[in-house]
Structure formats: C-alpha cells, structure tokens
Nanobody, 127 residues
C-alpha cells in the first residue's frame, strides 16, 4: 500500500519560510515524477512544483518561481518544498503527489498524471 505523508505546514507571517516534506512508504521514487499542488479555500487545486526523479528536472509554477525550491533526498525517499518570502496568497492545503513518470508528452502539472496523493498539510500565511 502506497502512502505519501506530507509534513511541515503551519502558521507563518508574511515574508517567512517553511519547508514541507513528502515521505513515501510502500513506494520508491526511483522512476517517478513527484509534484506539489495546493488548494486554497474556494479555489481549485493548482500545480506548484515537481521533480522528475530520473534526471532530476525541476518544474515550477510562475507563482513559485524564485521563492520556492523543490528538492529530493534519494536515501530518505523524500521530496521537500522549501518556501520562502511567503505571501498571504500562498495560504492553502499543500498536497504531494506521485506516479511513474510514464508520459513526458503531457504537462507536468496535469493532475491526472499522478495516481498517489497525500492527505495534505495546511500552510497559513498571515499578513
């Protein structure tokens, strides 16, 4: 049984930083694409960032570029999202998702690419 577990969310003031973690059990990320998505209240879930385990290509939504950094730890089978210069509009539930990297013709932020999802971690940025 595959489980993705996010952690690291919390309440932070605008301009602050948080590091989210996504740890997998029952699955090794060795051939996966792993992504971060977020859903703010009243809005649809949206792509934030992703990494292709094979080759290490990194991807960011425009809203995340320059402020967020995705990274991985092969030994820990964990993906991180370092978030800096946080803004109130970053407030959302952040989800980790993963699946085999089987279709490189599709946009990395296409949620249908990902079969496995975590339960989410709340990030709240106060002004």
């Amino acid at each position: 049984q595959v489980q993705l577990v996010e952690s690291g969310g919390g309440l932070v003031q605008a301009g602050g930083s948080l590091r989210l973690s996504c740890a997998a059990s029952g699955r090794v990320f060795s051939s996966d694409v792993v992504g971060w998505f977020r859903q703010a209240p009243g809005k649809e879930r949206e792509f934030v960032s992703a990494v292709r385990w094979s080759g290490g290509s990194l991807y960011y939504a425009n809203s995340a570029k320059g402020r967020f950094t995705i990274s991985r730890d092969n030994a820990k089978n964990t993906v991180y999202l370092q978030m800096s210069s946080l803004k109130p509009e970053d407030t959302a539930v952040y989800y980790c998702a993963a699946d085999r990297d089987r279709d490189r013709t599709r946009w990395i932020g296409d949620q249908s690419l990902y079969e496995y999802w975590g339960q989410g971690t709340q990030v709240t940025v106060s002004s």
